[in-house]
């Protein structure tokens, strides 16, 4: 039986990658038509692939790759090793909730791009302002959501601890903690999310290399073979990084009972 | 006084709500003793505050007036040698059986060795053995609630207090467990404190059986069970058993009227 609907949900998975590669070829023959219909400049998926190819012979995509993953995990690290702390005392201590809370829901509303020519003004045009807008956009969106994991966990799970005596650093550590784990593994998710997103556009407005540099570069000089490559490589690091960590969070929380 | 300290002693114990205001009054004035080695079960109407008396007893709550004596001293926060079984299970999802068993001895610092010698002792109690590495996901509401048993016994309290632990169970397994339960208490004669729904349950199971009122929540009646122990299923469909059920039943059924009027 249990081998049963093993079985028929792996024939299920597999049965979507047919659709999955369909879909690619679609999208291909869309964009081949595109580039055919005359619109100025708009380059085919082959002289795309030259370009990126050029691009990694000459060191530049990796460079910028690397100048933008540098940013985005210094940032996106920092956010997250300040957030999981302060999360855990807004949810543990209702003071320190009722201080903390009325800033983030402030700042949340404000994009963190918005925060840039501020940033920029106080700490001038080097790493600094970059790293500082990642790490104010991952801080926010994992602060949140370990708070929520904190304030959710089942008080039975809390007074099954105390009962079989456990004190409050034992609550804590014991249950509080792992119990949060999926909502801190999800924020963090939300939290990559945001600071991939935020690196390109921060590199935009003000960089000297990186993936968004590299596209401001390219759109002064009419540049859309390049303006295709950084696209398609943004996209797919940002896939990339969003499944090894939903993989980490499988991985993690494997103990849940999913619905 | 009475000569013997009852094991656990409420008195005049009153708790209530607060609701927009207004306080419910969830128990009021309950007074009851619960001799060494019994075992007592609570039946009444839902909301009638069975769950809030044995937060109560487990120190899990403080009672607005009155208080709860265990062996002739006040409960004040909860304590390991009082073992709580709640209606929900309450295992921790992220532990195998096994550590499941072994949180309460890891607290009270017994060594690595020991502490999987006694788990592994309890785990085989309740007949989980092939089970003791598996996520509590895995198992079935019968097997998680006797993972729970196992987690409690395995910290030794000398006092039981299970709030509906087998109500969300179908017939069969809830009577296997019942027998288990009254196996295990005859040979270790802890003090048990059981809340039920079930009519039947409560009488199969007690000593003595309380039955309260709601609205506020108090002592309605105490009922005492004078069949002997071991019980049998034979006994079930004793005419003795049939009259202590209809007893019970019948002042469940015909509850006194809601003392408080005023209150919408
Ligand atoms: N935290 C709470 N806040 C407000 N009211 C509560 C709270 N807990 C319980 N009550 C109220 O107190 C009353 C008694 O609740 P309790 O859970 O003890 O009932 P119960 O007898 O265990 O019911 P059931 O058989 O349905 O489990 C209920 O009417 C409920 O509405
Ligand atoms: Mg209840």
Sequence with gaps: ?259 | MSPVTPKIEFRDVSHGFDLGGETFAALDHVSLDIADGEFVTVVGPSGCGKSTLMNIAAGLLEPRDGQVLVDGRAVHGPSPQRGVIFQQYALFPWMTVRKNVEFGLKIAGVGAEERRRTAERFIDMVGLSDFADALPKTLSGGMKQRCAIARAYAVDPTILLMDEPFGALDALTRVQLQDRLLDTWSRERRTVLFITHDVDEAVYLANRVIVMAARPGRVHRVIDVDLPYPRTEDMRLSPEFAELRREVWHSVYHQPSPIERTSP
């Design chain 1, 1 to 259: 039986m249990a081998e049963h609907t093993a079985g028929s949900r792996a024939g299920k998975r597999r049965s979507t990658v047919p659709l999955t590669i369909g879909s690619g070829l679609l999208g291909l023959a869309v964009w081949v038509l595109l580039a055919n219909s005359g619109i100025q400049g708009f380059p085919g998926p082959l002289e795309v692939a030259e370009r990126a190819v050029t691009s990694i012979g000459d060191g530049t995509l990796f460079g910028d790759l690397f100048a933008s993953l540098r940013r985005v995990l210094t940032g996106f690290v920092l956010g997250v090793a300040l957030a999981v702390p302060v999360g855990f005392l807004m949810g543990w201590y209702p003071p320190v909730r009722g201080l903390i809370e009325p800033w983030l829901q402030f700042f949340r509303m404000v994009p963190p791009l918005a925060i840039i020519p501020l940033a920029i003004v106080l700490m001038g045009i080097g790493e600094t302002p970059k790293i500082f807008v990642i790490f104010l956009a991952s801080f926010l969106s994992s602060v949140v959501s370990t708070f929520q994991g904190v304030v959710s966990v089942d008080s039975t799970l809390i007074n099954a601890a105390r009962v079989l005596g456990a004190k409050d650093g034992r609550v804590f550590t014991g249950v509080v903690v792992p119990a949060s784990t999926p909502f801190i593994l999800v924020g963090m998710r939300i939290g990559l999310g945001a600071s991939w997103a935020t690196v390109v556009a921060a590199e935009l407005i003000a960089a000297q290399e990186g993936l968004g540099y590299r596209m401001q570069q390219a759109q002064l000089y009419y540049d859309l073979p390049t303006i295709f490559v950084q696209l398609i490589v943004i996209g797919l690091v940002g896939l990339l990084m969003d499944r090894l960590l939903l993989l980490a969070e499988r991985r993690l929380t494997s103990w849940q009972e999913r619905r």
